[in-house]
């Protein structure tokens, strides 16, 4: 499959350009440069061909974190087969762009000019002024407005060979794909992510009251029981959720064994998710690095959108590695954060990451320190490991096929039933103001997580405190490691 980059010059559009051609809103766009700082790959079809889009950050020099964009696009157009060099059509000819452009045309490769902002008839006489670069394949667009795609399209059609041709042609018509990043004012966002009465962290509810649990969670009784779907078990998207310079990125780059992923001491590196799948043992593994999260009252500009579409990849995964960093006391926000997996009901591994600059004296304490403050996530096994040098980040992907196996395992109706009659017979149901509760039997019905529901008389009587305690019983039989297990009350008959 051919790969296709798009690069160039920060806000000159190839974040738009990218969007266009994916046929939907992908890569975050805004007028401010540095938005895009990872290369974002996506598959796409160019009218009836299969091809590798790469939108890449700005090429662009200054700070630490612009050097390490820069290389980073770079490398990607180096791999690339063609290369769309893109300029703002508004101004002059740079000569840095002059430079890139004429050392790109000499690896041999498909490039082409792409001088975007050409708005109006009128804006065509500036598409003269870039004949300079000595380019034939040079074309005048506008991604805003939709004007002058189709023969850019073309172009890259024609480089692309047969043989990448897919049976079926989608013709659906593009979208129109406008730069806004104003479109929800921060008193709405915030609403999304928080109420006004929290602490100022990024708010999560991690804990519910009795009332709350019987009416609204898991074990509400207008919780309809799903027939039992056995779904992809060998795909596993992984969330790799925490705060702000705690290894993320880091870590995506040493499970991958290359650099995918922009390290950078700047806090707030990672803007948009970045999203990379592996084979390992016969699994995909999809691994996506989120944008770190930070207090709400730090939360800049284009970073609340980053916010949510980290919310959005944490609803479409599988599992979450909730990464901490073992060097640095651990906040109240990294509980907030962890309580994400929590309202998502995802297998988790926690992974203490720069373990080998923590405190050795400290070890046992911190580990403590986990189990005490994470009490929601008791399930999750934790893993010590350094994303920077490696040190047993090989051992992360075996745990991430066995939890996943935890995850989507079905455990049949005799056996759950054997647990269940057991630990009847060493507790029996409390009754519920006088009136005998009984369980006639449990079933599992749905996997990823394991659902298990609760056939009884009375599903009200089921107390919180017996579930705890079933729970902790089914965990004694049953290898739920690094899994939430959760339960549906029901009455005969109740869908």
Not at 119 to 148: Q, T
Not at 302 to 311: D, G, S
Request: glycine share 6%; charged share 35%; net charge negative.
């Amino acid at each position: 499959m051919k790969k296709i980059a798009i690069i160039g010059r920060p806000n000159v559009g190839k974040s738009s350009l990218f969007n266009r051609l994916v046929k939907k809103r992908d890569a975050i766009t805004s007028d401010l440069a540095g938005t895009t700082r990872d290369v974002k790959r996506r598959e796409v079809t160019i009218n009836n061909k299969r091809a590798l889009l790469l939108d890449t950050g700005g090429l662009d020099k200054g700070c630490e974190l612009f050097d390490k964009i820069k290389e980073m696009s770079l490398k990607a157009a180096y791999k690339a087969d063609i290369i769309l060099y893109m300029v703002d059509g508004k101004g002059l000819p740079e000569d840095e762009d002059k430079k890139l452009f004429y050392e790109l045309q000499t690896l041999g490769k498909d490039v082409a000019l792409v001088v975007n902002k050409i708005d109006n008839d009128k804006m065509k006489e500036k598409l003269w002024e870039f004949y300079e670069f000595g380019c034939d394949a040079i074309f005048g667009i506008s991604v805003a407005h939709n004007r002058g795609t189709v023969d850019l399209i073309d172009w890259v059609y024609k480089q692309i060979p047969d043989e990448d041709i897919i049976k079926e042609n989608n013709d659906e018509e593009m979208e129109i794909i406008e730069p806004e990043i104003d479109e929800m004012n921060d008193e709405d966002f915030f609403r999304e992510i928080g109420n006004e009465e929290d602490d100022g962290y990024f708010h999560q509810d991690m804990f519910l009251d009795e009332e709350a649990v019987i009416d609204n969670s898991i074990f509400a009784q207008n919780d309809k029981i799903k027939e039992f779907n056995e779904e992809d078990v060998n795909h596993i998207k992984i969330a790799i959720i925490g705060r702000t310079n705690v290894g993320k990125s880091s870590l995506l780059n040493a499970l991958l064994g290359e650099e995918r992923s922009v390290v950078s001491s700047v806090a707030g590196t990672t803007i948009d998710p970045i999203d990379e799948t592996i084979d390992y043992k016969d699994k995909q593994l999809t691994f996506v690095d989120t944008a770190g999260l930070r207090r709400r009252g730090k939360i800049l500009g284009i970073e609340k959108y980053a916010l949510m579409r980290t919310k959005e990849m944490l609803e479409n995964s599988n599992m979450a590695l909730v990464v901490l960093d073992a060097s640095e006391p651990f906040l109240d926000l990294d509980e907030k954060i962890a309580g994400l997996v929590d309202e998502n009901r995802l297998a988790c591994i926690i992974v203490l990451n720069k373990w080998d600059i923590a405190d050795r004296e400290q070890h046992d304490k911190i580990i403590l320190e986990i189990r005490d403050r994470f009490k929601f996530l008791a399930y999750a096994p934790i893993i010590t490991l350094s994303a920077k040098s490696h040190q047993r980040v090989d051992k992360l992907h075996d745990m991430i096929l066995e939890i996943n196996d935890n995850y989507s395992q079905r455990i049949t109706t005799s056996q759950l039933n054997a647990v269940m009659d057991k630990a009847l017979r060493r507790h029996q149901l409390p009754t519920m103001h006088g009136q005998v509760i009984r369980i006639y039997y449990t079933t599992q019905y749905e996997t990823r997580p394991p659902k298990i529901a609760i056939v009884m008389n009375k599903p009200k009587g089921l107390h919180f405190t017996y579930r705890r305690y079933l729970t902790n019983k089914l965990r004694e039989a049953f290898n739920f490691s690094g899994t939430p297990l959760l339960f549906k009350a029901k009455s005969r008959g109740e869908k």
